[in-house]
């Protein structure tokens, strides 16, 4: 099973944590004492907006923190992707961005900027 984002050695370390009855039963303490899980907490994606279920890729420098962007797109449903795929759906490009933008040109995976009406900010 493939989790976006999680690489390979994540994937291993969090198989080995879940193996091991020790971190089973610690989990279940902390349930027990009403620590809820994170989808509990979460907010629901924004079913309607465009970028539910996207996958975006972002490049270069913006007006505010990239954690600030990371958060809305994620609060819109979108899945935040470290590279350029052909199963990108957006590339969301700042100031002097990186080679992530050639590689968006020749994917031609659409490229939105911080004057574009689309971005979210």
Same mark, same amino acid.
């Given at each position: 099973?493939?989790?976006? #984002? ?8 969090? =198989?080995? @944590? ?11 303490? =902390?349930? +027990?004492? *009403? ?16 970028? +539910? ?6 490049? *270069? ?15 819109? #449903?979108?899945? &935040?992707?470290?590279? &350029? ?6 590339? @969301?490009?700042?100031? +002097?961005?990186?080679?992530?933008? +050639? ?7 659409? &490229? ?6 689309? @971005?979210?900010?």
């Amino acid at each position: 099973m493939l989790i976006p #984002g999680i690489g390979p050695k994540a994937a291993t370390s969090l =198989l080995m @944590f879940f193996k091991q009855k020790s971190n089973r039963e610690l989990l279940t303490t =902390l349930q +027990n004492y *009403g620590v809820a899980k994170v989808s509990k907490i979460l907010p629901k994606p924004a079913e309607t907006s465009i970028y +539910n279920g996207k996958k975006i890729v972002i490049t *270069g420098t913006f007006s505010q923190p990239r954690k600030i962007l990371i958060a809305k797109l994620e609060e819109l #449903g979108a899945d &935040i992707m470290a590279e &350029i795929s052909p199963r990108t759906d957006y590339l @969301f490009v700042g100031e +002097n961005p990186g080679r992530k933008l +050639n590689r968006a040109q020749a994917l031609r995976t659409p &490229i939105i900027t911080a004057d574009d009406e689309k @971005f979210p900010l």
